[in-house]
T-cell receptor
Framework: DTGVSQDPRHKITKRGQNVTFRCDPI?????LYWYRQTLGQGPEFLTY????????KSRLLSDRFSAERPKGSFSTLEIQRTEQGDSAMYLC???????????????FGEGSRLTVL | GNSVTQMEGPVTLSEEAFLTINCTYT??????LFWYVQYPGEGLQLLLK?????DKGSNKGFEATYRKETTSFHLEKGSVQVSDSAVYFC??????????FGTGTRLTIIP
């Protein structure tokens, strides 16, 4: 399978613990995105990378959240000191983009579901 | 800010029925518009798009026309199939790939 893969698919944790999600994009894609989706809502943009550079962060991304893409391939999203409000599906997407090009076509993974007790 | 409003679901139709899922948007300027679909157990995938007024996007028998005057991008299909059962998301962006999504509409087609 050469699609976007995310790990773990499900994570249950206690409030105050740290969690980390991993995303492996489609191999030739240079852009990688993180979105968050809560029940009954559409995905909300969190942050995105072009290669290893983090180019934009949403104000939804508090200082407890950090994302990295160290070698421009896979990415991690870490949430420190989790809160119950962090419970959501965390979606990763990738695309092959270039400056000035807007296809709007993101390839999404199946998501990592976080439950904070 | 920019936002997308979708018709509330869930929507249940019989096979071969006509489908409309309404989508309207609020934005400063003229965004590109998209419909994404999420089939059970799969990630979101692009269904169709339109980048300027009066453009019609189409794919898999689905169509949507970018209507600037009504700020709408309604999704239609003439004859739905059981395999069309999924969650449909309307979305917009402005020249980059940071998408703003609607809340999604769950569609169930019964044989």
């Amino acid at each position: 399978d050469t699609g976007v893969s995310q790990d773990p698919r499900h994570k249950i944790t206690k409030r105050g613990q740290n969690v980390t999600f991993r995303c492996d994009p489609i191999s030739e894609h240079n852009r990688l995105y993180w979105y968050r989706q809560t029940l009954g809502q559409g995905p909300e943009f969190l942050t995105y990378f072009q290669n290893e550079a983090q180019l934009e962060k949403s104000r939804l991304l508090s200082d407890r959240f950090s994302a990295e893409r160290p070698k421009g391939s896979f990415s991690t999203l870490e949430i420190q000191r989790t809160e119950q409000g962090d419970s959501a599906m965390y979606l990763c997407a990738s695309s092959l983009g270039s400056t000035g090009e807007n296809t709007g076509e993101l390839f999404f993974g199946e998501g990592s579901r976080l439950t904070v007790l | 800010g920019n936002s997308v409003t979708q018709m509330e679901g869930p929507v249940t139709l019989s096979e071969e029925a006509f489908l409309t899922i309404n989508c309207t948007y609020t934005a400063t300027g003229y965004p590109s518009l998209f419909w994404y679909v999420q089939y059970p157990g799969e990630g979101l995938q692009l269904l169709l798009k339109a980048t300027k007024a009066d453009d019609k996007g189409s794919n898999k028998g689905f169509e949507a026309t970018y209507r600037k005057e009504t700020t709408s991008f309604h999704l239609e299909k003439g004859s739905v199939q059981v395999s069309d059962s999924a969650v449909y998301f309307c979305a917009l962006n402005f020249g980059n790939e940071k998408l703003t999504f609607g809340t999604g509409t769950r569609l169930t087609i019964i044989p």
